[in-house]
Each structure stands twice: as structure tokens, then as C-alpha cells.
């Protein structure tokens, strides 16, 4: 784990709400895998106090970026970030997505805001030469994320882009293409999400790796501010942010 003063290189919006922040961070750019996340000091000042969690989005050479919503204060002095502007960051934390796997179909399945991490994971699959197919849910058309992501298939609620549905009805949809084949699932997204996609899965052997959300305090372990309840460990109890935030969702109990 590093804590760097990273260099501000690009801030942009990308869709309703949602931007793309990048920094010059090589010490950790370096070290970084899919799926791991930063702790970031907004503020030079006491407010907020604490620092926020984000996902790494993609790692370009010495460059990291994140993809943002903006939720409150955080978030928003965050959106204000200028060229040249200094950020506190904090990482890598967590474990990430593992990538040493036999299958070579992968699924990626993101709800929302959930794509944050799956570009710079859609990226290391397809230097490994995996086939990806990723399928984005959202409520609305409004809520799709396709920024760095291959592949796609979509699905709204209100029917507004790609199958009306959610991705559970998605993935029966496209079930023709998967058939009889092992393939790995990746996902990230609102809990209720991640819980159907569990049931899902439930009665076969596909291996699902889901990155998880909780609020954080310290990032990295200390403050055992961040549990999740874990069926394979002793104390049933692991810490999303030192355990996670990626786990395989039959370990978990979400
Ligand atoms: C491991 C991890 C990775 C994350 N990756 C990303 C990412 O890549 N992109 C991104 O936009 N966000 C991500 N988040 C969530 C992000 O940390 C919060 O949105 C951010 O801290 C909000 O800060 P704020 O000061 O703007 O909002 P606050 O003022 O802290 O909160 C504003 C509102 O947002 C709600 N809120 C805060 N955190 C969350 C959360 N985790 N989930 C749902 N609601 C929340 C609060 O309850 C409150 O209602 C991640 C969180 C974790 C734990
Ligand atoms: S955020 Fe402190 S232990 Fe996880």
C-alpha cells in the first residue's frame, strides 16, 4: 500500500452525473490489479474528515482513473477537480478480481454504477485472450455504463434501451450462447443484484466473482468498520475492505 500526492491529468463528465477523474500516480499505477480500489483525501482541509473509497476504472501506463457518481460532498468537491490539482491517494487496497482461471468465456455482469471496475478488467481478460461477454443493466437508459467495456448487452427496466428486463432475464436471454460451456461470471453492482445473481448460480458449478460495497472508514483493516458475513471463515465474519472488496458470492452472505 502507497499513499501518493497523485497529480490530477484529466476530469471529465461522462454521462448524467457521472465523471472520470485520472491522476498521475505511478508508484501505485504500477502495483495496481482489477478490482482493488483507492482511499482518496478530497480535501486539503478537515471536511469531510474521512476518506472515500473508489474502484480502480482503468490504468493507463503511470495513470489511474476512477468513474464517479456524484452522492454528496465527497463526490462533489471531487467533480471540482482542476488540471493540476493534487488528490491524497491511498492504495492499492483490497483484493482484486483473480485472473488465473481456465475458462475462456468470462461474463461481466454490471448494474449501474457497478461498471466502475470493468474496464480496466475488460482490458487484462482480452490480454489473456479471454472471450468476454458483458452484459449492463440500469433502471433506465440512463443509467447504462458502456465506457470501456466490450461486448455488450443491455437491458433496462423500463424497456428504454436493449431488452426490457433486468440482467437475470438477460442472461436466460443470451443462455444459447453459453450453453454447456464453463465460462466465469464477474459482477458489481446494487446488492439486490448481486443477491438474484447468487440465487441464480446457485445450483451449478460457474464460478461468480462479485466486488462488494460497504461505508469505509480506514480502507485497510483497522477499524472493523466494513464486515461481511463469510461461510467459509472461522469467525464468519471478513472485512470487505482487507477481504475483499472481490469475492467468490458463494463465500459470502449478502
Ligand atoms: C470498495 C468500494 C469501491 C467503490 N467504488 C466506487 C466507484 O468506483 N465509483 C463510485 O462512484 N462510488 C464508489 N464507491 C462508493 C463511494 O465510495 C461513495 O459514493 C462515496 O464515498 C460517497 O462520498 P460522498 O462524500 O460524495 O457522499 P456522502 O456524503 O458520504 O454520502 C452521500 C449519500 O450517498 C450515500 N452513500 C455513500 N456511500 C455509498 C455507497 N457505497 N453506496 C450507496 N450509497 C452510498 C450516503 O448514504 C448518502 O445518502 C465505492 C465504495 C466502496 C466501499
Ligand atoms: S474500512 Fe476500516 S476495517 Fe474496513
Known sequence: MYQALACVTDNKKIAENIHLIEF????????????QFLNLRVNDNLFPLLRRPFSICDVNND?????FNVMGEGTKILSQKKLNDYVDILGPLGNGFNLTFNEKKTVIISGGLGAAPFPYLTKELL?????IITIVGGRSSQDIIKHGLTNLFITTEDG????KGNVIDCLKDINNL????????FTCGPNGMIK??????ADNKIVVEASVESAMACGFGICQGC???HVQSEDTYKLICKDGPVFNLNDIII
Open 196 to 201: 438474484a445473481i447468487k440465487k441464480y448460480f
Open 227 to 229: 464486515p461481511i458475513e
Open 24 to 35: 498521475e500516480a505511478p508508484s501505485i499505477a504500477n502495483v495496481i490489479a482489477p478490482g
Open 63 to 67: 495513470r489511474i482513473s476512477v468513474m
Open 178 to 185: 453459453l450453453f454447456e460451456t464453463q465460462y466465469r461470471v
Open 127 to 131: 490480454n489473456r485472450d479471454k472471450e
Open 160 to 163: 428504454s434501451e436493449g431488452l
